[in-house]
Nanobody, 123 residues
């Protein structure tokens, strides 16, 4: 069991940056694959990025590649999403998620979710 709490969302102008954090509590954070997803009203949850337990391998959606960076600090039980060059279409609720099996872009692979943090990018 792992509990996830996101923070760091807010309102930013287009071209700006935000860093999201996801703090985990519970068992063996360092053994979990972690992912970030986002969702807007009326749309399905969309994969953003994922990272392996060691942090040695990362994956990104094409829409954020080159602008977003996922990282983790296993000593702090925290995963981060650094978001640069933000665009209005990045506006969404951002969720972090954990699973014990693989770095996946499929939300159904993740068994643990945070409550989400709102990111709004103004044009």
């Amino acid at each position: 069991q792992v509990q996830l709490v996101e923070s760091g969302g807010g309102l930013v102008q287009a071209g700006g940056s935000l860093r999201l954090s996801c703090a985990a509590s519970g068992r063996a954070f360092s053994g979990y694959y972690m992912g970030w997803f986002r969702q807007t009203p009326g749309r399905e949850r969309e994969f953003v990025s994922a990272i392996t337990p060691s942090g040695g391998s990362t994956h990104y959606a094409d829409s954020v590649k080159g602008r977003f960076t996922i990282s983790r600090d296993n000593a702090k039980n925290t995963v981060y999403l650094q978001m640069n060059m933000l665009k209005p279409e990045d506006t969404a609720i951002y969720y972090c998620a954990a699973n014990g099996f693989r770095a996946s872009n499929n939300s159904g692979s993740y068994g643990y979710w945070g409550q989400g943090t709102q990111v709004t990018v103004a044009s």
